[in-house]
C-alpha cells in the first residue's frame, strides 16, 4: 500500500494566517501604546530634571537662565529649543544657556519629535524672574488634562476650579488690559484652543519682579504690569 502524504490544505493555512496576522498585530498596537507612553513618562522625568537645574541657577546666579535665542522682551514669547526644531540654534542641544553640565549632566532632548513645530523649548523674560519649558506638540498616549500638574495652562485644582493666583496664573487672565476680574475667561489662544494644549506638557515657575517695558503699558498700574510680564511667559 502506498502512503499518501498528509499536508495543510489552503483553507487551513489562509486559518493560520489570520491567526498570525490578529496576533501580530495585537502585539504591535500594545507594544506601540507602551511604547508612547514610557516615552510620555520620561517626557514628564526631562522637564522635571530641567525645572530642578533651573531652579538651582537661580539659586547660585539670582535669575533664571536665558534661552539660546534669547529672552522674551515683547508680547510674542521667544523659544528656544533643540536641534532638529525650528527653535533650534547654532549651539545645537544647549538651548538653555549655561545650565549643563554644571547644573544638569546634559540637556535633554525629546525622544520623538512631530516635526519642527515641536519638541523641547524654554524661554524666560529679560529679567530672569520667570521661566516656562515645554514638551512641545509631542504627548502620544493621553490628551493632557488642565487638571494635570504638566499642563501647558495650568494646573487647575479640581477641588476650587480656577483661581486667581500665581499657582494657577493661566487660568483666569483679564479679559481686557484693565481687568482686575478673577471671573475673567482666559485671554490666551494656548489655554482656550485644546488642540494647542492636549499634546503639550510644561512646567513654568516665578513672577515679574518689575516693570521692565516702559511705554508699553502706558495705561496700566505697575502690579498690572508685572502681571502682563508674567502671562506673556507662562501661559504660552
Known amino acids: 500500500m502506498h502512503r499518501v502524504p498528509h499536508g495543510f490544505t489552503l483553507i487551513e493555512l489562509l486559518v493560520v494566517i489570520s491567526i498570525i496576522a490578529i496576533l ?125 500638574e504638566f499642563a501647558r495652562c495650568g494646573p487647575i485644582d479640581p477641588s476650587t476650579g480656577p483661581s486667581w493666583s500665581d499657582v494657577n496664573i493661566c487660568a483666569r487672565s483679564p479679559s481686557n488690559a484693565l481687568g482686575n476680574n478673577p471671573n475673567d475667561a482666559p485671554t490666551y489662544n494656548e489655554c482656550n484652543n485644546q488642540a494647542l494644549r492636549v499634546r503639550t506638557f510644561a512646567l513654568s515657575g516665578g513672577f515679574s519682579g518689575e516693570h521692565i517695558r516702559p511705554g508699553l503699558w502706558t495705561v496700566l498700574t505697575t502690579d498690572r504690569a508685572k502681571e502682563l510680564d508674567t502671562e506673556i511667559v507662562r501661559c504660552r
Open 24 to 148: 501580530s498585530g495585537a502585539l504591535y498596537i500594545n507594544f506601540s501604546a507602551g511604547s508612547a507612553q514610557s516615552r510620555d513618562a520620561d517626557r514628564r522625568a526631562d522637564l522635571r530634571n530641567l525645572q530642578t537645574a533651573i531652579e538651582l541657577y537661580k539659586n547660585k546666579y539670582g535669575r533664571y537662565p536665558e534661552g539660546c535665542r534669547g529672552p522674551t522682551t515683547g508680547t510674542t514669547p521667544v523659544w528656544s529649543g533643540q536641534r532638529g526644531t525650528a527653535y533650534a540654534c547654532t549651539s545645537g542641544d544647549q538651548y538653555v544657556v549655561g545650565l549643563a553640565p554644571e547644573f544638569i549632566r546634559a540637556l535633554p532632548t525629546d525622544p520623538k519629535l512631530s516635526g519642527v513645530n515641536s519638541g523641547y523649548v524654554y524661554t524666560t523674560n529679560a529679567q530672569g524672574s520667570v521661566y516656562k519649558v515645554m514638551a512641545l506638540n509631542t504627548v502620544e498616549s493621553l490628551d493632557v488634562p488642565l487638571t494635570d
